[in-house]
């Protein structure tokens, strides 16, 4: 099983540097918890953007049934693998859920602090937080953050002598794997925002568009959380069924369908992906725990076959940006200029913009991920995500 490489995201999109940005918003620290992915890459995007990036910590306790004799106590909730592998002896507790209890907890205010503290280190510009904090329809840990936002800046308060005068916190409408496309949304547009207020209209219509699709790989995991009650977990269990739950428009989880295998649940999941992805990321996230996923990458590329993938597209789009740019800048254009023109039957400035909206329309890059071991003691082995930002209909 192969970790694949982080897919290059905010594709599309001009990322500028701190001193090149308008200040909009300024400088922000913006925090999640542990069942976002966030990894080396989008660190470096983060400050890029001018902001800062900080993760809250989950805990997970592995006690075995019967006698309540905890096994595992503070497990990280980092992914659960080295060197492409899972670890071995998790995946086997998590699938094992007749003997081994699995319970997880939100971050406390203490770590949140902690955190917070730890990025702004050596920092006095940041003037604000941004809590992207998970639906209270389905985690706690929105309860924390507000705790946090409520006390920031207050002398004497929970974040100390840190210099943030503000927190913000905007409860999403995604799931887990969505919150990581929320969040490299949201720092890019930070800079066009002049209020938090504006920043969370942007991330609302942004989640419009969002689809996410979520699968458990054990119910009884769900029971002993809390997130199933007993009658779900019983007609789940009679059925043999697995079911796909996706967010409404208040971050609530509904049922979207239910297949009896694995193979159906898949090709279920994968009808119900957008038609046609933002090309701005042009990116599908698959998460998963203990899933092969070869199995899950073709389904997945085989849903967005239609469109028209080019060898030469990667150049066309090279040629026609150096057109776009001498058009816009009022330059002469050459004889070599004029061909290029011909060849792609384009003449005014509108027409190069489109060819290059079209031409990034290729089949978009399917990136791979593993969820953290918070997600898979939740949810248990075989649980699976499909998320997609469908594009905008302007």
């Not at 119910?219 to 043999?240: C, E, I, P, T, W």
């Amino acid at each position: 099983m192969s970790v694949n490489a982080p897919a290059t995201v905010l594709q599309g999109t001009n990322i500028l540097s701190p001193k090149e940005r308008e200040p909009g918003l300024g400088r922000i620290l913006f925090l999640v918890d542990q069942t976002v992915a966030v990894d080396n890459q989008m660190r470096t995007i983060s400050k890029l953007l001018g902001h800062e990036v900080a993760v809250a910590p989950f805990h997970v306790s592995i006690y075995e049934r019967g006698s309540k004799k905890k096994v595992v106590e503070n497990l990280d909730g980092k992914p659960p693998y080295e060197d492409g592998k899972f670890d071995a002896e998790f995946v086997k507790m998590t699938r094992d859920s007749e003997q081994y209890l699995m319970l997880t907890a939100k971050p406390s205010p203490g770590e949140t602090k902690t955190a917070m503290e730890e990025a702004l280190r050596d920092r006095h510009d940041v003037m604000l937080t941004v809590m992207l904090a998970p639906s209270a329809k389905v985690s706690a840990t929105g309860s924390t953050y507000n705790l946090v936002a409520k006390e920031a800046g207050q002398k004497g308060g929970l974040l100390g002598e840190t210099t943030i005068k503000e927190a913000k916190v905007i409860e999403l409408r995604t799931l887990g794997p969505g919150a990581k496309y929320v969040l490299q949304y949201a720092m890019n547009v930070a800079k066009e925002c002049s209020s938090t207020q504006q920043l969370e209209e942007k991330v609302r219509s942004f989640e419009r568009n969002l689809v996410a699709l979520f699968s458990p790989g054990d119910l009884r995991r769900l029971k002993d959380g809390g997130r199933v009650n007993m009658l779900q977990f019983a007609f789940g269990s009679f059925l043999h069924a697995r079911g796909i739950v996706s967010p409404d428009a208040t971050g609530e989880p509904k049922r979207v369908g239910v297949a009896k295998t694995e193979n159906k649940l898949i090709e279920l999941m994968t009808e119900k992906l957008p038609e046609k992805v933002d090309p701005d990321f042009n990116t599908v996230t698959i998460a998963h725990f203990d899933v092969q996923d070869d199995i899950l990458t073709a389904a997945v590329k085989k849903t967005y076959e239609h469109y028209a993938v080019r060898a030469d597209t990667a150049e066309a789009l090279a040629k026609l940006t150096v057109l776009l740019h001498k058009m816009k800048t009022f330059q002469v254009l050459n004889e070599s200029d004029e061909k290029q023109l011909q060849k792609f039957e384009v003449k005014t400035e509108k027409e190069i913009q489109d060819a290059i909206r079209a031409r990034k329309q290729t089949a978009p890059l399917v990136e791979v991920e593993y969820f953290s071991k918070a997600v898979g003691a939740q949810s248990g082995s075989g649980t699976i995500a499909f998320v997609a930002p469908g594009a905008s209909e302007k």
